[in-house]
Structure formats: structure tokens, C-alpha cells
């Protein structure tokens, strides 16, 4: 059912999230105070079956909120885009923190006809440990790069603005993903010949790195079981072989005799970052690509949930 006010709004915005107490404060701090008309826009927390004061945190905001049981961010962002009033549904996380002008630049770049979707600019917030200054020298989640991809371009999920119409028309985020959900949409958007997406650098939103190496390795983990999902569904477009996998652990063996060479601070942890990063995604890959259990959970090409 359409918010109160819908035909005013611009732009409804979803936020997916899970035992999020500890950064969702000021995640929805920032976002109610953007410098945009305030019966422009509404706010959608997504609870994904929390075990903590999520929902509650959301619901003093003055936020919608829709729970549901635990079932990923995939499934969280349909939840929200199934119950989004706007025209245009942007996205972001409850550990990012948008900037006050986030909306005020990113929704002016989406009023062109042509523009399918508008991608922002994502920042490490407080990048003072080792593996969060990583991420920003990295560029681990810099749109532009991403976008630019010659064969699989897509827009981090964490600071992006979507027609709504046009995610409907692919089925959303297949929330089978556990990750990589967002470069299996923009595959289908380019498919369906709606992939025009803009990147707007002013629409810049924080976002809170892993603060230990441990976290890091844990979520470069979960990328690599998502790109092996991603590998898995799309063999025909992928080819994978155990050639090109003694290929990539090579590489990886090269990785970690590199971080023993001497060097400049940066360069030191750069190659430190690239290892742990190679390594995680590595066997997060593995469990994925070569798990019975997954493949048969792609034999349907169903989206959604």
C-alpha cells in the first residue's frame, strides 16, 4: 500500500539490517537530517530476523520498519523495494553513514530520462586500523572502478539509487545471493537493456571498514562464497576450470612471500591486505563453487523472496 503523501515523493529509501545496534543510530541520524525535503523522501529499516535492539532503534527514528526472518540482505532489499511508495529507491547500509547532501545530488542525477540508476561515492569512516585503511587504498569499494569492469560492471549496493519500475521488471535482487548480489542484478538490468547508470561523486556516503584483520578475512570470505555463486549460475558465461583454480592458488602462494618483502609502510600493507583479500575469497570460492549443496540451489532461475 502507497505511504501517505506518495505522490510527493521522490525517493524512498532502504536500509537492510541485521543485529545493526551498535552502527544503525548513526546510520538513521544521517539520513533524516539530509539536506532534501523531508516529505520528499521516507525511510524503510528492513529487520533481518535481529536478535538485537535493531527494530527498536529504527522505530524511534520514526522509520517504516518491516521484519522478517533472517534471510540475507538480498531478501531484505526486495522486502523494501516491494514496500517503497517512490518512484526512485535508493540504497544503503546500516553501518554507512550518507552525507547531509547524499540525496540532494543523488536524486538530481537520476531526472535524466536516459539514467537507469545513479551510483555514489563511498568512503572509509575513522580508517585508522591497518585493514580499514586497506579498503580505502585499495579502493575496495570505490563505484567508479567497479562500474568501469569490461565484463561485469555493477554499483556497490551500499550507495546506489535504482527506478523502481526497472528493479521490478528484473525481480529485484535474487536473494539467493549471499553475496554478490549486486553484480548478478546489473548483469540482468544490462540483459533487459536498462544498465544506464550514472556515477554522481558528489552523492557520498561512509562507510565503516572492518576495524581487525579477522573481520576483514571473515567478509572477504563471504564476497568469495558469493562470487562462487555467481560463478556457479552463470557457467555459461564463466568458465571455470581447475587449471584457472591451481592458477589463482599460485598466485595466492606469490601473495603471501610477497608480504615478507621490505618496504615503504603502505606498500608493506597493501601487499598484507591483497593476501588476506586473495586467501578469504579464495576458500569463501571454494565452499561455494564446489558445494553440491549450492549448485542445487540454482538449478531454478527464480528471483526474488
Not at 167 to 192: I, N, P, W
Not at 248 to 259: E, M, T
Request: charged share 25%.
Amino acid at each position: 500500500m502507497a505511504a501517505r503523501g506518495a505522490r510527493r515523493l521522490k525517493v524512498s529509501v532502504v536500509i537492510p539490517a541485521f543485529n545493526a545496534e551498535a552502527t544503525l543510530s548513526d546510520c538513521l541520524r544521517a539520513v533524516k537530517a539530509q539536506a532534501f525535503p523531508s516529505d520528499e523522501y521516507e525511510v524503510i529499516v528492513v529487520d533481518d530476523g535481529s536478535t538485537d535492539d535493531t527494530a527498536r532503534i529504527a522505530s524511534a527514528f520514526g522509520c517504516r520498519v518491516i521484519s522478517q526472518e533472517n534471510r540475507g540482505a538480498p531478501s531484505a532489499r526486495n522486502r523494501g523495494l516491494a514496500a517503497a511508495a517512490a518512484t526512485w529507491v535508493a540504497f544503503t547500509d546500516a553501518d554507512c553513514i550518507p552525507s547531509r547532501s547524499w540525496l540532494r545530488w543523488l536524486v538530481p542525477a537520476s531526472e535524466d530520462d536516459a539514467v537507469d540508476a545513479v551510483a555514489g561515492r563511498t568512503l572509509g569512516y575513522e580508517s585508522r586500523s591497518p585493514a580499514a585503511r586497506y579498503v580505502d587504498l585499495s579502493g575496495g569499494l570505490d563505484a567508479q572502478r567497479h562500474l568501469d569492469h569490461p565484463v561485469f560492471p555493477f554499483a556497490p549496493s551500499g550507495n546506489v539509487l535504482y527506478r523502481r519500475s526497472t528493479l521490478e521488471r528484473v525481480g529485484g535482487f535474487e536473494a539467493r545471493y549471499s553475496t554478490y548480489d549486486a553484480c548478478d542484478l546489473h548483469l540482468r538490468l544490462r540483459q533487459a537493456g536498462a544498465d544506464r547508470v550514472r556515477f554522481e561523486p558528489r552523492a557520498l556516503v561512509l562507510h565503516r571498514h572492518r576495524v581487525g584483520w579477522s573481520g576483514y578475512y571473515r567478509q572477504q570470505r563471504g564476497y568469495g562464497y558469493g562470487l562462487g555463486q555467481f560463478t556457479w549460475r552463470h557457467r555459461d558465461k564463466v568458465s571455470w576450470s581447475f587449471r584457472r583454480e591451481a592458477a589463482q592458488w599460485s598466485k595466492i602462494a606469490l601473495y603471501g612471500a610477497q608480504v615478507l618483502w621490505p618496504g615503504r609502510a603502505d606498500a608493506v600493507l597493501c601487499r598484507r591486505g591483497r593476501f588476506v583479500k586473495a586467501l578469504a575469497q579464495r576458500i569463501g570460492f571454494d565452499q561455494a563453487y564446489y558445494s553440491a549443496r549450492e549448485r542445487s540451489r540454482w538449478e531454478n532461475g527464480a528471483c526474488g523472496g
